[in-house]
């Protein structure tokens, strides 16, 4: 879609203007939606969209992109507004499908990553749920069911079930990397080169990295599995459903970032997070291993972790990582990313933290002191 922001007027600005009065961060128009001066997007509204995008675990730039005007859209809906069922030719997304999804786990039913997508998962949860509770078991969230599901008590506190089960997951699966499917997502590619600053352009670094990472997993004999060739560029979502078709235990995206101020620099890491409390734990885990992997042996500046909503984090059904490896508009960063063994270090580092988190603290060593060759050693060995 065009890319709103200040300045621009239309529709298509009163639209973006009349949800976001609907969220409380616009005040109520004086008029009607369709006068004039309620389809100018000036600065009030760019301050309510920052508001919402931060509300949303977006990129809080107050530019309405595709993502933004997704969110915006799925925030039109609240349970209840309409019927909710699985829809193949038309998926059905909104906010009303992640509060049902929230309502499910909380009941103890499985209806896996709340992501606001109403799949085959969040189907069979609502059938389960409906069966138990004496109703027609007809994957439809209905009037009648909305009723029972807004009379029972939650059977499980304090925490996410769902993200409960992917720290059991990595708990029941072993220290060992050997047999574990990886999938690498390259940003960009194609035609879309990403960030380009000079001779450095962000596909072709994503790619060589995703490559380099990729001889490393399959040394240790993990399945390593690239989401993209060299020459394609897969849309997000599709990058999740790659990966979740592969069947995935761990997802890692790829980047170089940019700034207009050439003073920002350093490696930041994001993983699946509302900001509300619902978060990836293991995603959050390994993102916090990588930062502190990387910065410990490079001393670049950690720009830290943080939970956000975007769709390879959101539709991957395991756990995600986004990582952006530097600043090409950084003179600092940019050289030290255009030096192959610069690009060798973070593949080792970025492997580093996945062992690590699948060591769960036992036989471990400190911070950026776990090399390699340490790695496959404890690969080799023999587990009693």
């Known amino acids: 879609m065009q890319l709103l922001h200040r300045g621009d007027f239309g529709p298509a600005v009163a639209e973006i203007k009349a949800i976001l009065t609907s969220q409380g961060l616009l005040p109520p128009p004086n008029g009607n939606l369709g006068d004039e001066k309620e389809q100018v997007f000036d600065g009030l509204v760019e301050h309510a969209v920052r508001a919402f995008q931060q509300q949303r675990g977006l990129i809080t730039d107050g530019v309405v992109g595709s993502a933004t005007y997704r969110a915006l859209r799925d925030a039109r809906w609240s349970l209840g507004d309409r019927p909710l069922a699985y829809q193949i030719s038309q998926t059905i997304t909104g906010d009303d499908v992640f509060a049902l999804q929230e309502r499910l786990l909380e009941l103890g039913y499985d209806a896996g990553r709340p992501n606001k997508v109403f799949g085959a998962q969040t189907e069979h949860a609502l059938k389960s749920f409906q069966r138990d509770y004496g109703l027609t078991a007809d994957g439809v969230c209905g009037p009648e069911t909305l009723r029972a599901l807004r009379q029972l008590m939650p059977k499980v506190r304090g925490g996410r079930p769902v993200f409960l089960r992917e720290q059991e997951r990595v708990r029941t699966s072993g220290p060992k990397l050997r047999g574990k499917r990886i999938v690498l997502d390259p940003g960009h590619g194609g035609a879309d080169r990403g960030a380009v600053v000079e001779d450095a352009a962000e596909a072709d670094l994503a790619w ?7 001889g490393r997993m399959v040394a240790t004999g993990m399945e390593a599995i690239l989401v993209r060739g060299q020459d394609t560029c897969p849309p997000e979502a599709d990058r999740a459903a790659f990966a979740n078709d592969a069947g995935a235990d761990l997802f890692l995206s790829l980047h170089t970032d940019t700034n207009p101020s050439p003073a920002a620099q350093g490696i930041a890491s994001y993983h699946f997070g509302t900001g509300n409390g619902t978060t990836s734990t293991v995603g959050e885990a390994l993102a916090g291993y990588i930062q502190r992997e990387v910065v410990a042996k490079t001393g670049m500046v ?32 940019r050289r030290r990313l255009m030096d192959p063994t610069f690009r060798d270090i973070l593949a080792e580092r970025i492997l580093v933290a996945v062992k690590r988190l699948y060591l769960l603290g036992e036989n471990d060593q400190p911070t950026g002191t776990f090399t390699f060759d340490d790695l496959l050693r404890h690969e080799l060995a023999k587990i009693d």
């Open 302 to 333: 950690d720009c830290g972790a943080h939970p956000k909503t975007w769709e390879v984090l959101r539709l991957t059904r395991m756990p995600a990582v986004h990582i952006e490896v530097g600043y090409l508009t950084n003179p600092g960063d």
């Open 208 to 214: 060589d990295l995703a490559r380099r990472l990729e």
